[in-house]
């Protein structure tokens, strides 16, 4: 695997998508082949941590934007880049990109970039959600309506539209979808020890 120290030589993979497409998924099958991932949303997450605030869906959500707010919309990129530097590996995944600002600040940062966007209709979303189950998942379609738009309001469509690879995560099982999962991941493999 490709070894690199400098976080400005960094071999990207980026992954969006909406809540409950499968971007998870895509990031268990990357660790799975040693590629290590970085979770935005674990930024988030350990933010609200290290105040206390709750984990719910809604309260991230404030978090988040509260976040974009008072330090700019690109602000959980470069927490996330900060993390980055911790990785030997050339190779690394970024999972959650919400907004342009965050797919321009890891372009502008990188080697090398590509964008993965994870597609499923929304009722297939919510119902993999509902069994998730997950302490931040919305129960309820209302809120879970309500969490897609708020998603969309901050820019993820945009994000969605950039994609250089889109995978459709519909009508088949995980276990397929994982396996389409490692075939993408296998191409940008191999892109990658081509650049080196
Ligand atoms: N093809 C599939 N068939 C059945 N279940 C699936 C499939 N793909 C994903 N799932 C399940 O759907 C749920 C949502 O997937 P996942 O957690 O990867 O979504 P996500 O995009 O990471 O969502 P979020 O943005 O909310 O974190 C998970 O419980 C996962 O196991």
Redesign the pocket.
């Known amino acids: 695997m490709m070894q690199s120290s400098g976080v400005r030589s960094k071999f990207l993979i980026l992954v969006t998508?909406m809540?409950?497409?499968?971007?998870?998924?895509f990031s268990r099958v990357a660790s799975s082949m040693g590629v290590p991932v970085l979770s935005m949303?674990d930024v988030v997450r350990s933010y609200a941590a290290e105040r206390g605030l709750p984990m719910n869906d809604a309260s991230l959500g404030k978090i988040s934007l509260e976040l974009r707010e008072k330090f700019g919309r690109a602000v959980i990129a470069e927490r996330t880049f900060e993390r980055l530097a911790s990785i030997d590996q050339g190779v690394v995944v970024i999972e959650g990109l919400r907004n342009l600002e965050e797919l321009f600040y890891f372009r502008e940062r990188a080697s090398e970039a590509y964008l993965v966007a994870?597609h499923a209709s929304q009722k297939t979303r919510y119902e993999?959600?509902r069994?998730?189950g997950r302490k931040d998942d919305p129960l309820k379609w209302e809120e879970f309506l309500e969490r897609d738009l708020r998603e969309l309001s901050v820019g993820l469509g945009s994000v969605i539209a950039l994609a250089d690879i889109m995978l459709v995560?519909e009508g088949?099982?995980?276990e397929?979808?994982e396996e389409e999962c490692r075939e993408a991941l296998q191409k940008l493999l191999a892109r990658a020890e081509g650049l080196r």
Request: glycine letters at 20%; charged letters at 35%.
């Open positions: 998508g809540p409950g497409a499968g971007k998870t998924v949303g994870i993999r959600l069994k998730r995560n088949k099982t995980e397929e979808f």
